[in-house]
């Protein structure tokens, strides 16, 4: 299907289609859009003509939406017209939001109009704002998110031993889901003998996973404690301190991609034979969970 807007040669096309009998599936399929498009179009363009649809209509309506649309994204330059509305309406203690309404401006060209403004200016507009320090938020959490990533280890970096399975002591990390958040099992997998640990958590927060990690792993002689691989979801986020509390290095799988975790992928579904996706985890005792493992830990194993 397409992924652009009618044309007017499109619209031309579509009228000469109405006006020789053809149906709108059979029109949408013709001029490659999908069907509920083509009916959009009709709606944008419907007239008192024969087939009830206006190439000329449609075509105005369109451009006045394009005029709208474009409006809010007009650049705001000190001293014009515009930046004195703007100011006006703040001294009237509006907010950003509401004057973008009203002046059928971006509320986001007019913060950024703000951000650009020298101290001097700021000092004397400070009082009409409700946040005077004109906190920026676009990219603080981006940046916050790099530098995230950058102090993270990936999966690329992780010694042969572990890549190759020829070692014990290298594991993987991940979260197991109860029916409707209700709590959650973090697992820990060894990835040459699949001997699986498991702790309850009622959170999937940083701090709890951090707990479940020591507490599991911590009882692992030191020699087999070499690595852990872990997703990138949010309760990893503590992993410098998992490093620092069980002294293994920890490092990352890329987003998106299981298979490079899957040693614990394939133990969580051994895992939900006992505790499957409906169970009502809250219902769960450590020492259920503990004897789950401890099955699937004894039974022979496909490796």
């Known amino acids: ?92 203690y ?40 004109l906190r920026r938020a676009y990219g603080t959490k981006r940046r916050a998110k790099q530098r995230e990533l950058l102090k993270k280890r990936w999966i690329e970096e992780r010694p042969l031993g572990a890549n190759n399975r020829s070692r014990y002591g290298h594991w993987e990390g991940d979260t197991v889901v109860g029916r409707d958040r209700s709590g959650y099992i973090a697992t820990f997998v060894d990835r040459k003998s699949g001997y699986l640990l498991a702790a309850l958590m009622t959170k999937k927060e940083a701090k709890q996973f951090q707990v479940s990690a020591e507490r599991c792993l911590v009882t692992i002689p ?46 969580n579904g051994l895992l939900r034979q006992f505790f499957p996706k409906n169970r009502d985890f809250s219902t769960i005792t450590q020492e259920e969970l503990d004897w789950a493992v401890d099955l699937i830990n004894t039974r022979p194993r496909k490796k």
Request: aromatic letters at 12%; hydrophobic letters at 35%.
């Open 1 to 92: 299907m397409a992924h652009h807007h009618f044309t007017h040669t499109d619209r031309v096309l579509l009228q000469k289609l109405l006006i020789i009998g053809k149906s709108v599936p059979f029109c949408a399929e013709a001029l490659g859009f999908h069907v509920s498009t083509v009916y959009r179009e009709l709606k944008r363009g419907q007239a008192t003509t024969v087939i009830g649809y206006s190439v000329r209509l449609a075509q105005d309506r369109a451009d006045n939406l394009r005029t709208q649309a474009n409006q809010q994204h007009r650049k705001l330059f000190s001293g014009s017209k515009l930046a004195k509305q703007v100011l006006h309406w703040l001294r009237q």
């Open 94 to 133: 509006y907010s950003p939001d509401q004057i973008g309404d009203k002046l059928h401006l971006s509320h986001s060209t007019i913060y950024r109009w703000l951000w650009s403004q020298g101290r001097h200016f700021i000092d004397r507009i400070w009082k009409y704002l409700r946040h005077p320090k």
């Open 222 to 267: 030191a020699a087999y404690r070499q690595t852990l691989t872990l997703d990138n979801g949010t309760e990893m986020a503590n992993f410098e301190e998992i490093e620092r509390r069980t002294e293994l290095k920890v490092y990352f799988a890329h987003p998106y991609h299981s298979w490079e975790r899957g040693t614990n992928e394939n133990t």
